[in-house]
């Protein structure tokens, strides 16, 4: 599973802040049904977009990988257990009041595998300024942040002070937009002014064009690079778009697949993707990791990669 294109050994290690949460997933076929039942297979499995992109960055190899994030009481042990089992060094912030996360991922088994979220964010959005520490970033080449933080008031104050932080210290950082119907709520200029000075930019197609306006993703992509150095636009079946200084400098091929389920195929791109860049690799050559990372993650359930045996 490893990229065969990125071989050589990372002079730091990457840091992922974000959202670790348990998912329950449902795997259905056709529509639901509305008042009576509805069969569905169903698994609980350990879940989240920033710890989703950390035990891939860490199963792809090259880099040592962090993880920040926060949890409840209820599930610290677990989660803890799974993340370090996937190779990934987490440091859990355990809530004494609110309890983990929780989504229920709907997965029409059809064609596409399509999934729907129903989201309880429970203690994943509760970071807080105090949360952080400078020595978070000892030793760390990138940060990376979930875009899920943008959307509640501690966790943006988080975020603001994470950013000042790793500028101060000449980290580069990232951030993947996360939800297309979060960001709606948010507001786009208010987005666009909480990410000033980041990096690099890894929203989906939809995420790109709702936050410009513009109906086609290359254009999107093309625009959100005027104001983010680097805009990696992920497109699922469409490949990725890779965008620098208002234009759209590659379009990488998506690698076929059969999908299974889609949870998680974002957060695949996204952990190949920077484990890419810290082992040396161009932004061309680390979204085709990317792409190889999602074509594997659909073709599973779930939004983590399978252990090595």
């Known amino acids: 599973m490893r990229g065969p294109s990125v071989s050589s050994a990372s002079d730091g290690a990457l840091l992922v802040v974000g959202d670790v949460v348990t998912d329950v997933i449902a795997r259905h076929r056709g529509p639901l049904a509305s008042g009576t039942d509805t069969a569905a297979a169903i698994q609980t499995v350990p879940g989240g977009a920033g710890a989703n992109v950390a035990c891939w960055a860490a199963r792809w190899g090259g880099a040592e990988v962090r993880l920040l994030g926060r ?9 803890e257990r799974e993340l370090t089992e996937s190779g990934v060094r987490p440091t859990l912030v355990v809530d004494p009041q ?4 929780t989504v229920i991922c709907l997965v029409d088994t059809g064609d596409a595998a399509e999934r729907t979220f129903l989201t309880d964010s429970g203690a994943s959005l509760r970071l807080e300024p105090d949360d952080w520490s400078d020595a978070l970033l000892d030793g760390v080449a990138r940060l990376h942040l979930s875009g899920y933080l943008l959307f509640s008031e ?3 104050a988080f975020v603001s002070v994470a950013l000042e932080s790793a500028r101060a210290r000449g980290v580069p950082t990232s951030l993947d937009p996360a939800s297309a119907g979060f960001l709606t709520k948010l507001g786009v200029d208010r987005f666009l002014t909480l990410v000033e000075g980041l990096d690099v930019l890894l929203p989906s197609r939809d995420e790109a064009c709702l936050l410009t306006g513009l109906p086609d993703a290359a254009d999107a992509a093309a625009k959100l690079s005027r104001h983010v150095p ?3 636009a992920k497109q699922g079946s469409d490949g990725a778009l890779v965008a620098r200084s208002g234009t759209v400098s590659a379009h990488v091929e998506a690698v076929p697949a059969a999908p299974s389920d889609t949870t998680g195929a974002g957060d695949a791109f996204t952990g190949a993707f920077l484990a890419a860049l810290l082992t040396g690799a161009g932004p061309e050559d680390a979204a085709r990791e990317g792409c190889r990372a999602g074509a594997l993650a659909v073709e599973q359930v779930g939004g983590r990669p399978p252990r090595l045996g």
């Open 71 to 79: 949890v409840g009481a209820d599930t610290a042990a677990w989660h």
């Open 98 to 101: 609110a309890p983990t996360g």
């Open 230 to 232: 680097l805009v990696v």
């Open 154 to 156: 501690p966790s943006r």
